[in-house]
């Protein structure tokens, strides 16, 4: 599976973005693709996946704020990000993999990254 990430950009606190995340060369409705986020000097944290059979899981820094959503017909997954605050800011990623699951481990196919940069 290739990812494209894509509607990163610079906002101010309390802004939205909505990330794309669009898919080629395997079947996009067999995997559970997940949204993670990394800040300089800070591990890959899970932010978001939604599984091939629609359920949907957060992690708790994002929780309420965040919206995962994925269109089959598109290939593509989405992250609606809400109430954003400065500490939001790092490189955004999305990544495909087969189970229902929160460690990057999980996840064996990665987009390139878009940065998202949150202003106070």
């Known amino acids: 599976v290739q990812l494209q990430a894509s509607g990163g950009g610079a906002v101010q606190a309390g802004g939205s973005l909505r990330l794309s995340c669009e898919a080629s060369?395997?079947?996009?409705?067999?995997?559970?693709m997940g949204w993670f986020r990394q800040a300089p000097g800070k591990e890959r944290d899970f932010l978001a996946a939604?599984?091939?059979?629609?359920?949907?899981y957060y992690g708790d820094s994002v929780k309420g704020r965040f919206t995962i959503s994925r269109e089959n017909a598109k290939n593509t997954v989405y992250l609606q990000m809400n109430s954003l605050k400065p500490e939001d800011t790092a490189v955004y990623y999305c990544a495909a993999g087969r189970l229902i699951a929160t460690s990057p481990l999980a996840f064996g196919f990665w987009g390139q990254g878009t940065l998202v940069t949150v202003s106070s």
């Open positions: 060369g395997r079947t996009f409705s067999d995997y559970t």
């Open positions: 939604v599984s091939s059979g629609d359920y949907t």
